[in-house]
Nanobody, 111 residues
Framework: QVQLVESGGGSAQPGGSLTLSCAAS????????MAWYRQAPGKERELVAS???????NYADSVKGRFTISRDIRKNTVYLQMNNLKFGDTAVYYC?????WGQGTQVTVSS
């Protein structure tokens, strides 16, 4: 059983930054695709960013140029650096590695 534990959520003003972390049990970060999803109130869960075992990264159009996904294989941790935050980024952010989900961490962008 893989465990994914997110941290780093919180509140930020528009234009601000936050960094999310996802600590994984076992050495899965090196061998599995790791992803961040988010779900805003009343909306479906959507893919934000992913990183494949070979390092290929993909981003949702809405976050390209603002968010960066990265990983530390030694620490079995995946990060999501979020810059220039917008109101529309408010959501619960989930770490995902098929078929496992983290518990989610809230990100709120407000002035």
């Amino acid at each position: 059983q893989v465990q994914l534990v997110e941290s780093g959520g919180g509140s930020a003003q528009p234009g601000g930054s936050l960094t999310l972390s996802c600590a994984a049990s076992g050495s899965i970060v090196r061998i599995r695709t790791m992803a961040w999803y988010r779900q805003a109130p009343g909306k479906e869960r959507e893919l934000v960013a992913s990183v494949a075992p070979v390092g290929t990264k993909n981003y949702a159009d809405s976050v390209k140029g603002r968010f960066t996904i990265s990983r530390d294989i030694r620490k079995n941790t995946v990060y999501l650096q979020m810059n220039n935050l917008k109101f529309g980024d408010t959501a619960v952010y989930y770490c995902y590695s098929e078929p496992f989900w983290g518990q989610g961490t809230q990100v709120t962008v407000s002035s």
